[in-house]
């Protein structure tokens, strides 16, 4: 069964620093992975996905993932983090041999930014 | 904006009630999906559309019916809920079911309380 794993409830960070959300997943076959973000009161926000090809994606408002298929691992990173960064992270996987299409959502990370 | 809009963003209902929660999608979307978030919980998923079509029914108590009219809308009709069904309804949508590269674009969530 497709599972997906974000160990860290809460992740702090000063701003201007590097900041690393973490994801690892379990599935069958090729992944399509998934980061999402969501502000308070507002629906998740596609923030990028990796599909095949090159191990480091890069997404919107300066984020990006590396995929690591040995770890199985798709943690979100950005070189210099900001305070409208604070929001609730959620990484999510799809698809692999059995997977069929559901999308599979972590529990989500809060990630807070220190001014 | 994503181009996914949800009414109402705010509902209180008794346990007697009937209502019912309304998305719109403005994307050329083929596939709608209902989500459930609660707080601390993944996201769980409870109905998916396809053409119009039901695809995905995960379990859910028959006091939640959906509806497809059209590819464009979405409906989650609400009778004789349960305080433990209060949380925030997630409609999203994506161009297809079947691709699992497709990205979700969700709304903003309707935040049901049941008194």
């Known amino acids: 069964a497709q599972s997906v794993a974000q160990p860290e409830d809460q992740v702090n960070v000063a701003e201007g620093n590097p900041l690393t959300v973490k994801c690892t997943y379990s599935?069958?076959?090729?992944?399509?992975l998934f980061w999402y973000v969501q502000y308070p009161n507002r629906g998740l926000q596609f923030l990028l996905k990796y599909i095949t090809g090159d191990n480091l994606v890069k997404g919107s408002y300066g984020f990006e993932a590396e995929f690591n298929k040995s770890q199985t691992s798709f943690h979100l990173k950005k070189p210099s983090a900001l305070v409208s960064d604070s929001a609730l992270y959620f990484c999510a996987v799809r698809g692999g041999n059995t997977g069929g299409f559901k999308t599979i959502f972590g529990a989500g990370t809060r990630l807070f930014v220190k001014a | 904006e994503t181009g996914v809009t949800q009414t109402p963003r705010h509902l209180v209902m008794g346990m007697t009630n009937k209502k019912s929660l309304k998305c719109e999608q403005h994307?050329?979307?083929?596939?709608m999906y209902w989500y459930k978030q609660s707080a601390k919980k993944p996201l769980e998923l409870m109905f998916v559309?396809?053409?119009?079509?039901r695809v995905e029914n995960n379990s859910v108590p028959s006091r939640f019916s959906p509806e497809c009219p059209n590819s464009s809308h979405l409906f989650l009709h609400l009778h004789t809920l349960q305080p433990e069904d209060s949380a925030l309804y997630l409609c999203?949508?994506?161009?297809?079911w079947g691709q699992g590269t497709d990205t979700q674009y969700f709304g903003p969530g309707t935040r049901l309380t049941v008194l």
């Open positions: 559309y396809s053409l119009e079509e």
């Open positions: 999203a949508s994506s161009q297809t």
């Open positions: 994307l050329g979307h083929n596939a």
């Open positions: 599935v069958s076959g090729n992944p399509y």
